[in-house]
């Protein structure tokens, strides 16, 4: 399962990018929108600090022309960002367009939330489906129930489209990964969590006491 940050903040992808697994970086309007520079300024640096791909979001929902031409800008700008566009008719409408006349062209459909929206961009041709089920966890404990079937949706239909999850806790990160998603994004407070728990920080310390108490200050 690739790992993405969800993030527009240069210090905090190169933080976890210097951790060695991290694939890319994904962004919403929200995040672009942070008090700072110019919109490009903001994606320029967000692109000099990811290793990899960044996933970049239109514009509005509801007008096809529009993320289209967006689209294609965005494309213009660099080869490795990644349209998002917003699930809806008019997203589906632009998609269908987009891979008819760009198809190097890559698109993730966002703010997925059903089965049957994972469904309708699959059989569309998105690249990626990014499941909105990371804020499920404020409503239901089950927000790994929207990978599973989707997943299974997928292979049943030789779909090529990749399944995006929303982590927000070490738990769900594993359950997504149980469940076949072949990306998790996470915010970096999220994303340190991974690589930490209490038991590991219990046992090292104590093996470090031992250690110390027969050997002081030396290493091997």
């Known amino acids: 399962m690739e790992l993405f940050l969800d993030s527009s903040n240069p ?3 190169r933080e976890v990018r210097s951790w060695g697994l991290l694939t890319g970086v994904t962004t919403n309007l929200t995040l672009i ?15 000099d600090a990811s290793p990899g791909p960044v996933m970049v979001q239109v514009v509005g929902w509801h ?9 294609k800008r965005l494309h213009s700008y660099s080869q490795r960002i990644i349209v998002k566009i917003p ?17 190097e062209l890559r698109i993730t459909m966002t703010a997925v939330s059903s089965v049957a929206q994972a469904y309708l961009c699959g059989k569309a041709g998105a690249d990626i489906v990014a499941l909105f089920n990371g804020p499920f966890d404020l409503v239901s404990d089950t ?7 989707v ?21 769900l990160f594993g ?13 970096f407070e999220y994303m340190r969590m991974l690589y930490e728990h209490p038991f590991t920080e219990s ?18």
Do not use: H
């Not at 007008?63 to 689209?71: G, K, L, N, R, V």
């Not at 699930?87 to 198809?103: D, F, H, R, W, Y």
């Not at 997943?151 to 738990?171: E, S, V, W």
């Open 143 to 149: 927000p790994v129930d929207l990978v599973t079937p």
């Open 87 to 103: 699930m809806s008719i008019a997203g589906i409408q632009a998609l269908l367009a987009l891979k008819g006349e760009v198809p």
């Open 151 to 171: 997943r299974r949706i997928f292979d049943n239909y030789g779909f090529k489209t990749k399944i995006l999850a929303c982590g927000r806790f070490p738990r």
């Open 203 to 220: 046992r090292m310390n104590g093996f470090l006491r031992d250690w110390e108490a027969r050997f002081g200050d030396e290493t091997w």
């Open 11 to 13: 210090k905090e992808i």
């Open 33 to 47: 929108s942070q008090p700072g520079s110019d919109k490009w300024i903001v994606l320029r640096d967000i692109l």
């Open 63 to 71: 007008e096809p022309e529009t993320m289209i031409d967006q689209a």
């Open 175 to 187: 359950e997504f990964a149980a469940a076949g998603a072949d990306m998790c994004t996470m915010k």
